[in-house]
């Protein structure tokens, strides 16, 4: 394994913060031992997310309820904000503090928590055909090293989503695909200037006809570079020579620059006004996640269809993904009843709970297959099973995850800006190198 490297001083001040903070809410029966024994096996701990309803916290109680009900064994939860979250996981790691047992992991921490070993491999307590379950991108992004170290909760994916009210004030028709028969990304732009065209020939409506929910971030911007068969990061997960300097990088991130530098897509809005663009009725088409008609004022001004695929790259259709996973603590003085709550909440009756009461897209493949075969199911979300079972590609695994996203948002955002794009990614590579020097 790769040389683990933390900081002691960042650590010992995180340390602190936690102590003179109360080490956030906690809930439900509070473990005040630092250090528990086996006397306590049969209650388990778990550090997750605030759920935001006022402190009630209810979805997890019903979790930890039900959890009980079938095994016997009581689960008390701490809850954090989901800024705090991180820092507290780091500390309380650090610390190796043996106080829980299960922790809430965002997927793009999984490859750093198993790298500095806060995390234990899940080897033991998957089978294979268990993994197996798992839609490959949700399984791939836990695994660090050839070994499972996280189990998928749920995931996301993308769509192409449209304004319906723009296309009918156009007299355009709003645009149909299949998963065998996508729009490209070339027509997408085309349908894009058309539309401005029309509804705003002299851009005093400051319209945009085509455009990426979180532009300049890699959760969806690397959809580009991976449509046409290009990968995040080399299989070490320490650099990026010969990955983004390659012709899938390359090319897509020129054809970006060309529909930022012909008005289609914008230039000068943050992610948040870019999306906010959207919900307000100004934006025609736009790369989302399946959150975007909940944001939305009217439901029936949004549309959707699968996300799109560059020509001559109709095989690998990559879109977006990755949500929260499942880990134990190496910690932990409870691992095997710590197995059975990670299993129960991502593929037990915990899972198939957590989805019903979230409306979440699941990762397991037999409860997307379900969705997709269900004729009653929601269009939406059947198209965002479909992508999720087949095009959904992983973000980079990295244990420089935070650096990469830092360096790449930024090599985006620059040649949204019109910087060169050879010299960006130039740049983008000797940054992330420097970054890893220290993991070599």
């Keep these: 394994m790769k040389k683990r490297i933390l900081s002691t001083i960042l650590s010992a001040v995180l340390l602190i913060s936690v102590i003179l903070t109360g080490c956030g809410n906690k809930s439900a029966g509070e473990v005040t031992k630092e250090n528990r024994d086996e006397s306590s096996v049969d209650t388990i ?6 759920s935001g309803e006022e402190g009630k916290e209810t979805k997890s ?38 106080d829980y047992d299960v922790m809430l992991i965002d997927v793009t921490y ?3 928590y198993a790298e500095n070993g806060y995390i234990t491999p899940l080897d033991d307590y998957f089978t294979d055909d268990e ?46 695909s299949t998963p065998e028969d996508r729009l490209t990304y070339e027509e997408v ?32 911007m690397n959809m580009l570079p991976n449509s046409m068969g290009g990968k995040n990061i080399n299989d070490d997960g320490l650099s990026l020579d010969g990955v983004i300097n390659t012709e899938p990088w390359e090319k897509s991130m020129t054809w970006y620059q060309s529909l930022v530098n012909d008005g289609i897509a914008s230039k000068g809005y943050s ?9 307000s009725g100004n934006m025609v088409f736009m790369i ?11 439901d029936d001004e949004v549309g959707c269809t699968y996300a799109p695929c560059f020509e001559g790259y109709e095989d690998t259709v990559a879109t977006g993904t990755g949500s929260w996973y499942v880990g134990i603590s190496s910690q932990s003085k409870s691992k095997e009843n710590a197995a059975k709550f990670v ?31 269900n004729p009653e199911a929601d269009e939406m979300l059947k198209m965002a099973a479909y992508e999720a079972k087949n095009t959904a590609f992983p973000r980079a695994s990295t244990p420089l995850f935070g650096e990469y996203s830092s360096i790449l948002d930024q090599m985006w955002e620059d040649v949204r800006n019109g910087a060169d794009v050879n010299k960006s990614i130039d740049s983008a590579i000797k940054q992330f190198d420097s970054a890893a020097a220290a993991y070599k």
């Design 45 to 50: 701990r778990w550090i997750t997310m605030s």
């Design 61 to 98: 109680e019903k979790l930890m309820e039900e959890f009980e009900k079938e095994t016997g064994i009581k689960v008390e939860a701490e809850y954090y904000s989901f800024s705090d979250l991180f820092d507290v996981i780091e500390t309380k790691s650090v610390a190796k503090s043996t």
């Design 110 to 112: 999984v490859s750093k």
């Design 131 to 176: 993994k197996a379950e798992f839609d490959n991108a949700s399984y791939t992004a836990g695994v660090w090293d050839d070994q499972m170290f996280a189990a998928s909760r749920n995931t996301s994916t993308q769509l192409l989503f449209f304004n319906q009210k723009l296309l009918d004030e156009a007299g355009m028709e709003a645009p149909t």
């Design 189 to 220: 732009a085309e349908l894009g200037r058309q539309a401005l065209e029309k509804l705003d020939p002299d851009g005093s409506r400051g319209l945009i006809g085509f455009d990426f929910q979180q532009a300049s971030r890699v959760y969806q």
């Design 271 to 279: 992610t948040e006004e870019v999306e906010a663009q959207f919900q």
């Design 288 to 298: 989302g996640g399946t959150w975007t008609p909940s944001n939305m004022a009217v």
């Design 343 to 373: 299993k129960f909440l991502t593929l037990g009756s915990g899972n198939d709970l957590w989805l019903e009461m979230n409306e979440d897209v699941p990762s397991r493949n037999e409860k997307l297959q379900e969705i997709i075969d």
